[in-house]
């Protein structure tokens, strides 16, 4: 099982790539922005593997920006906080920039949500 052990660098950027360079870290924070709570939720949306998931959803929860609800047992929420609300910007112009540069111009998906909250919640 991946762990989440912090980063040293001293580049913020560095820092950052340690825990969000992660593709499923990425894609599990996206779907939560966009109203995924549950585990099964998030198998289904992402065709994760249980053990993938298991594993970032614990990462995601050592670095602070997912809480599980309640924290033991079945049928918990995982719930994203202040810290992970903060990232909504990020989200907005890496979506941003991608829909602008790795796309074809024909092939340009939506923008992304607007509807996503600008701060914690």
Known sequence: ???????????PVG?????LGDRWVLLILRDAFLGAERFEEFVERLDINRAALTSRLAILQEAGLIRRDPPEGKRA???????????VPTFTALAGWSSAHLFAESERPDRWPQALPESGG
């Open 15 to 19: 820092r950052a790539a340690r825990l």
């Open 77 to 87: 929420r995982y719930v994203l906080t202040d810290k992970a609300h903060a990232l």
């Open 1 to 11: 099982m991946k762990t989440y052990r912090p980063s040293r660098a001293p580049c």
